[in-house]
């Protein structure tokens, strides 16, 4: 690529809406613009890292027997109607109608349409396993587009779906799928955990996500440093530090308008784990009393797969559901159903004492109230892990992929079946996987920055090699320059050659920014001593090369053969 004749908009300012580092640096390194929230345009730059991440995906996936196939992005309504999900899902989806009035979709993922296609095409069990996938453009109206490519509304993803007999086919292509995510993660140059996660509006038998670590994630994920236990804080287990409880006798104490944890501990001069937090929630069977300890904070997926769809009561109903304003109710005497925290099966607690202004101290769960015990709190940073009590770690992280065993869920609403050696007609059992491809991009410049730029991992770079003429109107600088770019392009290198006619610390500081692996430069020692530097972007490291060995010595530093 010649940068005077291609579109590369670099900027020296961030863009004004920009939090995370590689929002502002695609964006700088004019990799992106943004077309409208959560909209974006890949630019010449931005292209071709997609492009090298495609590859990578596409060589691993069909190194599992994936085959590639393309799927509508345009959808009619009455697949997502017999799955189920034209109302389960509600504004994310778009939605549109055609010329005859007839609904129309469009496609946030493809379950429904591979669902179709093997209820069309399959028939026997001879025709399983099948294992097929694309890359393709999905379209979500996501609540809150937003740290650039991380979070958009329109976006690629590649998905595979897996068709089998049986639980074991699963098995073996989810087996198969976790594996090369791996390779294409690691290839791709990033650093990530493997977690346990919550299968959400997909439903199934079991789903991980593959979590990159970055401080603009929006998931955190509790890791085990000693026995690699890793799972999203949404479901993570711990064991909390154990407080040292006093040898407090039950007595009710005045609390004056000390409604909130932080109140009540400043006012009783108590640490908060030593409080019990009574929250009243409306479950589909009515109001249920949740409690955590004061420190802690209640996990909703955890008491979502409990109860089913709730929400906080609200203040009239909570005086109804315990007779008692919000602030000052505890599960003393409480008649509603109760669930706890399991860390509250031990200890002796401050809680509401279900009158204004007073709380009860000295309450024993077990003696005092009854309650059903269950995992609700958050896990922590230096909690024990629930499988080796070594302290865990909280980070927070990107997800860029995630596999699920879906199941039959898809093949019965949409009736895929086969039918199996004795003629019997059976479900197709599925399963689906994802990545995000702009994710992996945004993932790697989260992980690989400077203060100056992007430091690309090698294989994903736009290009490998950054070649820069210090001044295009010196002719000896010049005609070196352009040898030097054919002899690289015709070694199979890609090369983004500026040849523009800009001041050199303009060049330098874009070069920095782009950070393409290799910068050669071609300046006053190419004219005075016949040799240009070759540096390597992420060290620094600079050596002086004659002209004649730049294919070489870009080959080996790049650690490529001849
Ligand atoms: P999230 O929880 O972040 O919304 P998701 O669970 O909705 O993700 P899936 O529907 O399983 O994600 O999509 C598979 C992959 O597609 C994700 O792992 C992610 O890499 C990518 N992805 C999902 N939503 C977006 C988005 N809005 N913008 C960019 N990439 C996305
Ligand atoms: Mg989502």
Redesign the pocket.
Known sequence: MRWSKSLVPTLKEDPADAEAISHKLMVRAGLVRQLAA?IYVYLPLGQRVMDNVNAIIRQEINAIGGQEITMPVIQPAELWQQSGRWDVIGDEMFRLKDRNQRDMCLG??HEEVIAWIAAHEVHSYRDLPQLWYQIQT?E?D?AR?KSG?????E?V?K?SYSLDRDMGGLDVQYEAHRQAYCKIFDRCGLRYAVVESDP?M?GGAGSH??MAYSPAG??QVALCQACAYAANVELAMSRPVVPTFPDWKLEEVSTPNARTIAEVSALLKIEPALTIKSLVVAGKDGPVLVLVRGDHQLRERKLERLLGPFRPAHRDEVREATGVEPGFVGPVGQRIRIIADECLRTGCYVVGANRPDAHLRGVIPGRDFQAEFADLHEANAGDGCERCGAPLAVERV?????I?KLGTKYSVSLRAVYLDEQGQERPIVMG?Y???P???AAAAIEQNHDGNGIIWPETIAPCQVHLLVVNSKEPKMATLAEQLYADLAGAGLEVLYDDRDERPGVKFKDADLLGLPLRITVGSRAVKEGVVEVRRRRTGEETAVPPGEVVSRVRSLLGRSA
């Open positions: 959560g946030m993922t999905k979500r996501e587009p490519v991380l979070r958009t509304r976006f993803m998905d959400g997909m996500e593959f929006e998931d990107i997800e860029v992929g995630n699920f689906s994802g990545i995000g702009a994710r992996i």
